[in-house]
């Protein structure tokens, strides 16, 4: 099987790269979709709320992001998507959990 590489932007040679990896780090560590699986089921739950929210204010993606990567900026039907997907996902959490399960303290 052939290796994949990660294509590098052009800009991660410049010393924008060190702010930028900065930024990733510190998105991460509020939301890592990698250890998503991982967070408590009320962690699972405010998180998917503060997407649908974020989405919804236009807030996600960061414009600062969207300047550099413009193909993902969302276009209406991908925020509704998004928004429909989330309301799925915490409805089945809410049938799943009890409720005060779900809210943290």
């Known amino acids: 099987m052939p290796q994949q590489y990660l294509e590098i932007p052009w800009y991660w040679n410049l010393p924008v790269a ?11 560590k509020h939301l890592n979709f990698s250890e998503f699986s991982s967070y ?3 962690r699972q739950y405010k998180k998917l ?4 929210k974020g ?3 236009g807030d996600m993606p960061l414009y600062s992001y969207t300047i550099i990567h413009r193909s993902t900026s969302l ?3 991908q925020k509704r998507e998004i928004e429909n997907q989330v309301a799925v996902s915490t409805k ?3 049938n799943q959990y009890p409720a005060d399960s779900l809210k943290r303290r």
């Open 75 to 77: 276009n209406e039907d």
């Open 55 to 57: 989405v919804k204010l």
């Open 40 to 42: 408590l089921a009320a």
């Open 18 to 28: 060190w702010f930028l990896n900065k930024y990733i780090q510190k998105g991460k």
């Open 92 to 94: 089945e959490m809410e």
């Open 49 to 52: 709320k503060e997407i649908a």
